[in-house]
């Protein structure tokens, strides 16, 4: 008898858990939430001005890169003296 209720309580707890299906639906959202809190997307793909962040499921999550102005050298100019 006392096996029969340990085979039921642990019957009763494993099916009670969250099944497979429920635990990738849970990662895919707080993936896509991850992607959108860094402004990205989730995309098919990324384009040359994006890089890939990390996977929303299958597609990647694009983020823009920043632009970065080109850095200029100071132009040395001779001063005319009068």
């Keep these: 008898m006392k096996i ?5 309580t642990f019957l009763f707890t494993v099916s009670c858990g969250p099944s497979v299906s429920q635990k990738k639906t849970k990662e895919d ?3 896509k939430i ?6 990205g997307a989730c ?6 001005w ?5 996977y929303c499921s299958t597609e990647p999550c694009c983020v ?10 100071p132009v040395n100019t001779t001063g005319h003296t009068l």
């Design 64 to 73: 823009v890169r920043e632009y970065q102005k080109p850095v200029l050298a």
């Design 50 to 54: 994006e890089y890939i962040y990390n």
């Design 29 to 31: 959202t707080e993936k």
């Design 43 to 48: 995309k098919t793909s990324c384009n040359t």
């Design 4 to 8: 029969l209720c340990i085979f039921l």
């Design 34 to 39: 991850e992607c959108y809190l860094v402004r």
